[in-house]
């Protein structure tokens, strides 16, 4: 949601903002702007819709100057409009701002700005914050402590970036809260701020986050971080690994389609130096335990959202098998309404994405005031999730830009495998004989990721001939239940096609009533201890005219008697079957949506990183 781009330097900085804020895209929005300072003077340029619409309107009227800050905005308060676009400008022309987040309190500061003569141009929260900038700036203060001071009257959670025509070699930045990351991008005689690293991976890769109430003034060649209280900061450099191609669609036609095919390079990555193949043995550098920590755990509790929290639901699974460990998982979107009973001899593992995702952060909150420890697994590197956390692990992903998470899903997957294993190892649940078959057994994941990719042209063909249903049911048991929450969240979230995920045995009890022979119904129906259960839902199914496709093991050729069309993935253990059934329903999702021709990388309504509540 809303993205950030500022730039400082020696550049024209208009294309460095425009280029940045087209990476960040896939955060969704619904308008755009920017502001540079030339010739001593704040120049406004802002559109409604797409960024094509904003950069026609900066070729139309062109911007040449060396400071300058963007936005892309997802409306809360106000509709989509040009005048509600940021960044948002003082009275005087003089400062300007961007602002992601809500400003809880705006009503009461829009009245008393009112009252002291402000005329506002736009219906959002976010105006305050410049007039009050601009307040305090005619008070004598510049442009940091202004900034500071306004910052201090905000009630919610904001990332904020403000330049001034008064400062015109600067630009400072601002993170409260959780909404969104704030990262300021060091380079060579020139200095960057982003809400995302990949809008400015093509230029830097050090970066210094900011921590919830810090602020960072930049000039091209410093910059120097604070608390909001005016504590000075000494800010960890971080040196961030991923390149700038690996956050570009390449040949592909949709950076989901991408980001499905990467998955057997990205599973690598994931396990690369994480196990030892001759012994079972599992390190995880960032997430250490002892043996005796391990034995006493109790239970562990999983918070997470969306496609992260249904990886979590699989992980639990592996959890308490491997380690024995009995494993909750809950919404971060709920967790902390229900006064969770946890104390420290409970673990919590949030699961993120985006590391930044505001549910998420706030149960990771929740967890940390009650005393549990805290872990979580997340792609961004250097997001707020894995700083806050006692210990974390990488997905290994590499930049998700597609809203629809494809590779982060089987990434964080893989991610709970090795933490079952190396909770099972420290707890004494796994022989050593065992942990060297679950090596062997990880090792052969990308080989056989890589062949159902191979079969993408057969769920393509499916694809066509299904786009036109306009429900779908999928089905699954034990291990493969989430899975079928997850194909179908990700037919609808792209497809717009209405999708339920249910446990395969509560059919009966209900949903059975929907199936009818306009109700293609997506089975995960693999060799596994459920399967012969599968099979008579499958019967079910079809008794009522429903569409079956079967999502089944290699070789069984017992099931195409049974279903209408088979997708069929490579036999593994029924723990780590997820990791290759999840993909032809990732498949058959993207190629029903680029069949009914929707954005699939930006559908409508969705955003990447979920800032607010
Ligand atoms: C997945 O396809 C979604 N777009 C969404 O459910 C996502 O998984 C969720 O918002 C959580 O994001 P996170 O992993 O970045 O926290």
């Known amino acids: 949601m809303c993205g950030i781009v500022g730039y400082v330097g020696p550049r024209n900085a208009t294309p460095i903002i425009l280029n940045g804020l087209k990476r960040l895209e896939y955060r969704g929005y619904d308008s755009a702007g920017i502001a540079v300072i030339q010739d001593q003077r704040v120049h406004l340029r802002r559109n409604v819709g797409k960024l094509d619409n904003l950069e026609r309107r900066v070729s139309e009227e062109p911007l040449n100057g060396q400071v300058g ?39 009461d500061l829009r ?15 976010t105006e305050v914050i410049v007039h009050l900038v601009a307040a305090f700036a005619s008070q004598g203060h510049d442009l940091t402590e202004a900034t500071r001071l306004a910052c201090n009257m905000l009630r919610g959670a904001h990332a904020i970036a403000v330049l001034s025509a008064a400062h015109p070699d600067r630009i400072v930045a601002v993170r ?30 050090q970066v210094v986050f ?11 060649d410093s910059y120097t971080v604070q608390t909001l209280d005016s504590q000075p900061v000494k800010a960890t450099v971080h040196a961030i690994a991923w390149d700038a191609v690996s956050a570009e669609r390449g040949e592909y036609r949709h950076f989901m389609q991408k980001e499905i095919f990467e998955q057997a390079r990205s599973i690598t990555d994931t396990i690369r130096g994480r196990v030892d ?19 006493r755990l109790k239970r562990m509790v999983t918070v997470a959202c969306g496609t992260s929290a249904y990886s979590g639901l699989v992980g639990k699974f592996m959890i308490e098998a491997l380690a024995r460990l009995p494993v909750e998982v809950d919404y971060g979107s709920e967790y902390r309404y229900r006064d969770p009973i946890l104390d420290a001899d409970c673990a919590a593992l949030a699961i993120t ?125 034990g291990i493969n239940y989430p899975i079928a929450l997850e194909g179908a969240l990700k037919l609808k979230e792209i497809s ?44 079910q199914a079809k008794a009522r005219h429903g569409i079956v496709i079967a999502v089944a093991t290699e070789g069984d050729e017992f099931i195409q008697t049974k279903a209408d069309h088979v997708l069929y993935v490579p036999e593994l253990p029924a723990l780590l079957s997820p990791v290759v059934t999840v993909i032809p329903l990732q498949l058959l999702a993207y190629y029903i949506a680029v069949h009914r021709g929707c954005d699939v990388d930006q559908p409508r309504n969705l955003a990447k990183s979920v800032t607010v509540e």
């Open 111 to 125: 009245a008393e700005l009112k009252s002291e003569g402000v005329i506002f141009q736009s219906d959002t929260d």
């Open 277 to 295: 193949f001759d012994s079972g043995c599992i390190t995880l550098p960032d997430l250490t335990l002892t043996s005796d920590e391990a034995k």
């Open 210 to 220: 900011l921590e919830s109430r810090q602020m960072a003034t930049i000039t091209a």
């Open 496 to 539: 717009y096609i209405h999708a339920e995920g249910y446990p395969a045995g509560e059919m009966k009890h209900g949903p059975i009533a929907l199936i009818d022979d306009q109700m293609p119904v997506l089975a995960i129906a693999i060799r596994d201890s459920v399967y012969e259960k599968m099979i008579s839902q499958i019967e």
């Open 69 to 107: 800050i963007g936005h892309t905005r997802w409306a809360t308060h106000g509709q989509p409009s040009e005048r509600n676009a940021h960044p948002h400008i003082s009275m005087d022309g003089q400062y300007v701002v961007v602002h992601n987040g809500i400003v809880e309190n705006y009503l």
């Open 176 to 205: 409260i809260g959780n909404a969104g990351g704030v990262a300021v991008g060091i380079g060579q005689g020139e200095m960057f701020v982003a809400s995302d690293i990949p809008a400015i991976l093509e230029h830097t890769r």
């Open 353 to 477: 994405q985006s590391g930044e995702t505001v549910d998420t952060l706030a149960a990771m909150e929740e967890v940390r005031s009650k005393g549990a420890r805290l872990w979580s697994i997340v792609n961004a590197i250097g997001s707020q999730a894995m700083r806050i956390a006692d210990g974390y692990i990488t997905m290994q992903a590499g930049p998700e830009i597609g809203v629809a998470s494809t590779k982060a899903f089987t990434t964080s997957v893989v991610d709970q495998y090795l933490l079952a294993l190396y909770l099972g190892q420290l707890r004494g649940t796994l022989s050593a004989e065992a942990s060297r078959q679950h090596a062997h057994d990880i090792a052969r994941l990308p080989d056989l990721v890589g062949k159902v990719l191979d079969r993408a042209s057969e769920v393509e063909a499916l694809a066509e001939r299904l786009a036109t249903y306009d429900d779908f049911l999928y089905l699954g048991r």
